[in-house]
């Protein structure tokens, strides 16, 4: 009499969030992503063979666009520290206590318009040096920023001392949004947010990036090819 066996149903891994689900499943019912792509190749499992290799697929590591923040997006804060260098200025190089010695009428002796004299430069160079370091530190931490996109992801990288570097899936971009006033289309910047299905960075937001409207073009059309082959269909929770 022959035994018989009962084989286990076929499973694999979501390549999304490495859940295990049925190999028939084209859907997972734990992140909800959708399944069976080109691009998205599950690990199929089973009881008589074990797990097998997911089969390779092409990726594209070719920089499609690569841009750093443009001093724009700092404007406001660049001209408060102009407005403390001129402040400083006028502290350094203007005789203030011998203007209000004869204006107010205070009768300041000649030792004591030389003290105020002497405590009106240091004032200045103190508030000079101190506008201008944080003049340098705002524009050398905007600079750190760098963005790359790739057909399969954008990354972006940031911090001076100790750098930090992140990507995002081009698959999971939902939506793109161009803002741009007048003032920035005159100095050739824009701004760019995406509305994402990553968890981590849920809102992604270039910062007034010079060439705006051809990154706008390259994420639009590479996040539709990633969603394609990798057969991810987003669908809107209103």
């Not at 909800?32 to 792509?37: D, I, K, V």
């Amino acid at each position: 009499m022959k035994a018989i066996t009962f084989s286990r149903p076929k499973t694999k891994l979501c390549p999304f969030c490495a859940e295990t689900i049925q190999a028939a499943a084209i859907k997972c019912r734990f992140c909800g992503e959708f399944l069976n792509g080109r691009q998205a190749q599950p690990i199929v499992t089973n009881s008589v063979s074990g797990p097998q290799s997911p089969k390779s697929y092409e990726t594209s590591d070719e920089v499609l666009f690569r841009s750093r923040p443009s001093l724009w997006a700092r404007a406001s804060s660049i001209m408060r520290r102009l407005a403390l260098l001129v402040i400083a200025g006028l502290l350094l190089y203007f005789p203030l206590e011998s203007i209000a010695d004869s204006v107010l009428g205070l009768n300041l002796t000649e030792n004591q318009v030389l003290t105020f004299g002497r405590y009106r430069f240091f004032a200045g160079a103190g508030l000079a040096a101190i506008a201008i370091l944080l003049l340098l530190m705002g524009i050398i931490r905007l600079k750190a920023i760098c963005y790359e996109v790739t057909a399969d992801r954008i990354e972006w990288s940031r911090g001076v001392l100790s750098r930090k570097f992140d990507n995002l899936d081009m698959f999971r971009v939902v939506d793109l949004k161009l803002h741009r006033n007048l003032f920035d289309c005159i100095v050739g910047v824009g701004r760019m947010s995406l509305v994402t299905t990553d968890k981590t960075d849920p809102k992604f937001v270039f910062e007034k990036v010079r060439k705006i409207r051809k990154l706008y073009d390259v994420i639009k059309k590479a996040s539709l090819e990633a969603a394609q082959k990798s057969s991810v269909l987003h669908l809107d929770k209103n």
